[in-house]
């Protein structure tokens, strides 16, 4: 390295106050937050495709369908749908039987969504 272009590494390090990046940094990313939170809250539903709120449960369930039974978590769930939690969506068909035990329930239901462990169902 020359001494030239470690000369002006040292003044620009002079100029470079890192304390002050940081704090800039974390202004922004409290103002983005806070804009985000008050977005939320004045338009509940915003990102919401579904006609009923889906309440926050957590229950075992069973999908099932040709004879077998895969466990499964509800997380979330309206008289539409609900949310599912499973270890893997493999063997996983597009419609199921969402069978939930506390409740005495069976639902027929069809896939709207799939993400790593979730899944989006319409009952039919």
């Not at 974390?26 to 915003?46: E, F, Q, T």
């Not at 039974?69 to 893997?88: H, P, T, Y």
Request: glycine share 8%; with cysteine; charged share 25%.
């Amino acid at each position: 390295m020359t001494a030239e272009r470690v000369a002006s590494y040292d003044i620009a390090a002079d100029h470079f106050d890192s304390s002050t990046v940081v704090a800039s940094l974390l202004d922004w990313a409290n103002a983005a937050l806070k804009n985000k939170i008050s977005r939320g809250r004045s338009m509940p539903g915003l990102d919401e495709k579904r006609g009923t709120q889906r309440q926050q449960i957590l229950k075992a369930g069973t999908i099932s369908f040709d004879g077998s039974g895969i466990d499964c978590l509800v997380r979330k769930m309206s008289g539409e749908g609900a949310n599912l939690e499973v270890e893997s969506q493999i063997g996983i068909p597009n419609s199921f039987d969402l069978v939930i035990d506390t409740e005495h329930s069976n639902h027929h239901c069809h896939v709207v969504w799939r993400k790593a462990r979730r899944i989006g169902i319409a009952f039919d």
